[in-house]
């Protein structure tokens, strides 16, 4: 999977996904590939973040964490190529962002050019940023949803890989909306790995995400 999309499906991919927080997609990721969901294998967590409840999910599950302390670099980019040593040590080919609030550089997304997914609890390019679940909801669409997608040199704006919607109902609320996506989430996320991982595709123009097989 190099360049402009995947040449053959990588389905021996080592993988490992970044997070700074809760860490429910990482879990619900590692349990869906024990059960054969997508191909290949999460053999790494990543975080930025000691207190990351994450890490205590990746203990239960056995996966190893690596966690690389961003402070004592001077800029962004001297972070990304200590990260970048350790995953080729790893031998990483696919990288998961799972709330990993850290945006990454063009430097180390050249590294790995269409092999980095993340996921939004949005229906992009609608409600990019941090808080787009809340977001979502104080401006009052009815249908909003989740998207996974490639990661380019943009935030949040890289080939859509797989979107879902979901309703907004009238007995929403802020909780049960973000349960509702977390929920959807958790489903998706898997499914979009297995695509990307186990399909042949290509990106046209920069933008579309499109199947070849
Ligand atoms: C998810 O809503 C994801 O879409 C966003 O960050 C959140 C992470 O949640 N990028 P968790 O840490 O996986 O529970």
Redesign the pocket.
């Known amino acids: 999977m190099a360049g402009k999309g995947n040449t053959r499906p990588l389905t021996d991919a080592r993988i490992a996904v970044f997070?700074s927080?809760?860490?429910?997609?990482?879990e619900a990721l590692v349990r869906k590939n024990r059960r054969s969901a997508f191909p290949g294998c999460i053999v790494l967590m990543v975080v930025d973040n000691p207190r990351a409840y994450?890490i205590e999910r990746a203990r239960r599950l056995g996966i190893p964490v690596l966690y690389v302390d961003p402070s004592p670099y001077e800029n962004k980019q001297a972070y990304e190529k200590v990260l970048y040593e350790e995953l080729r040590v790893w031998k990483i080919e696919l990288i998961l962002?799972?709330?990993f609030m850290r945006i990454l550089s063009p430097f180390f997304v050249r590294k790995y050019k269409n092999r980095i997914l993340?996921?939004?609890?949005s229906l992009l390019p609608s409600f990019k940023g941090a808080s787009a679940?809340r977001d979502a909801f104080e401006y009052g669409v009815k249908v909003t949803g989740?998207t996974v997608h490639i990661v380019n040199e943009g935030v949040d704006e890289g080939p859509i890989v797989l979107q879902r919607a979901l309703k907004i109902s009238e007995d929403d609320n802020l909780d049960s909306l973000e349960a509702r996506?977390?929920r959807l989430?958790h489903r998706i996320y898997a499914e979009a790995v297995n695509i990307v991982l186990s399909r042949s595709w290509k990106i046209v123009k920069g933008r579309k995400f499109v199947l070849c097989d």
């Not at 927080?21 to 990482?26: A, E, P, W």
């Not at 993340?118 to 609890?121: A, E, L, R, S, Y």
């Open positions: 997070c927080g809760n860490g429910s997609n990482f994450a962002l799972a709330g993340n996921i939004h609890p679940i989740v996506i977390h989430e």
